[in-house]
Structures are given as structure tokens and as C-alpha cells.
């Protein structure tokens, strides 16, 4: 039988992105390692927000977004200033809680999940 509850079509939508939000961060992760990324939190919460991936390659830490699209530009674009702002605000406040990695250069990077295809890696993208 349907479930005819109001907008349990919406609570369904959103469980599926969320889980396909969290398969395409695992995955950005090992394509990370793949290319020589030490991963020191994947989906790392804090009071400002959520990093997807925080990694680490040489004197880098690197806060990394990941975005699900059908094409590369898309997944940029996703990436709004505001969730920037976010994730920079959300990184300091994880470098302040880990004093073994406050020395370490900053980057910000985005993982662009394609259908069909390897993910792409924007280093250094905002």
C-alpha cells in the first residue's frame, strides 16, 4: 500500500541524497588516497558546520567539499560563497582543536562526483 502521508515523497527525496551524499564522500576520500592524501576526518562536524573531507599532503591541511553533479562546472558552481565562508570557518575552528596541525598551510578544495566517470580535483579551488 502507498504511503499517503504528506510529504513523505520529500522525507524519501532527501534520504536518498543524503545517502548518496555520504557513498560520494567515501568515495572522494579513497580517490584522495589514491593520489597520495593522508584522510584525517571524513563528514567532520562542528558547531559552524560540516567538512566533508580534512586531509593532509605534506605541510598542506586540506579541507576538501564534495559535490555530487552532472558536470564539473556544476559541481563548482555549487559551492556558493556562503558555504565557503562556511567551511573556512568551520576549518579554523578544527585546526584550533588539533595543535599538532595549526602549523600547516591551508587549502581548500572541491571533489566533483561525475556520473559515469572519476572524479575530478579542483586544489586551491576557493
Known amino acids: 500500500m502507498a504511503d499517503t502521508k504528506p510529504g513523505s515523497g520529500e522525507k524519501l527525496r532527501r534520504q536518498k541524497a543524503w545517502r548518496r551524499g ?4 567515501y568515495l572522494a576520500a579513497a580517490f584522495l588516497m589514491l593520489k597520495g592524501y593522508r584522510i584525517l576526518a571524513i563528514r567532520h562536524r562542528t558547531k559552524l558546520g ?13 579541507f576538501v567539499e564534495v ?15 556562503s ?20 602549523r600547516l598551510s591551508q ?20
Open 67 to 81: 559535490k555530487s553533479r552532472r558536470g564539473a562546472q556544476e559541481a563548482i558552481d555549487a559551492v556558493s560563497l
Open 22 to 25: 555520504h557513498v560520494a564522500e
Open 83 to 102: 558555504s565557503q565562508t562556511r567551511i573556512r570557518a568551520a576549518s579554523d575552528l578544527w585546526l584550533a582543536r588539533q595543535p599538532d596541525f595549526a
Open 50 to 62: 560540516e567538512i566533508d573531507i580534512v586531509a593532509r599532503k605534506g605541510d598542506l591541511a586540506i
Open 107 to 126: 587549502r581548500y578544495d572541491i571533489v566533483a562526483m561525475l556520473p559515469g566517470r572519476w572524479p575530478q580535483h579542483f586544489p586551491d579551488a576557493f
